[in-house]
């Protein structure tokens, strides 16, 4: 069954291994061991490019299809994607 894939500024119907941009935030009491949930979600497949520590999140990305996995990760109260979504470009204006 062919799904509906936001990213990198286009639709793709039926992407595989498709990345997505994610914010990961922490629970208030992970925010002290945040180098332990950033090794675990980096073991997991996440491509991890900052640290908030002060607020405790995490900056990064990661295959569409892990995103629920990096929610199971303890000490990660919620896994946010940015998408952007642009219309295509018409043959005409190219």
């Known amino acids: 069954m062919a799904g509906f894939v936001l990213s990198r500024g286009s639709w793709r119907i039926g992407a595989v291994g498709t990345r997505v941009r994610v914010a990961v ?4 009491d992970a925010v002290g061991r945040i180098r332990q949930v950033a090794a675990a979600c980096r073991e997991l497949g996440f491509e991890h490019d900052a640290t ?7 900056t990064g990305s990661a295959d569409v299809r892990l995103v629920a996995r990096l929610r199971d990760v ?6 946010e994607t940015r ?3 642009r219309p295509p470009r018409s043959p005409r204006f190219a």
């Not at 935030?25 to 208030?28: C, F, I, K, N, V």
């Not at 303890?74 to 896994?79: D, F, Q």
């Open 25 to 28: 935030a922490l629970t208030d």
């Open 52 to 58: 908030l520590g002060s607020i405790g999140v995490l």
């Open 74 to 79: 303890p000490g990660v109260l919620t896994v």
């Open 83 to 85: 998408c952007e979504w």
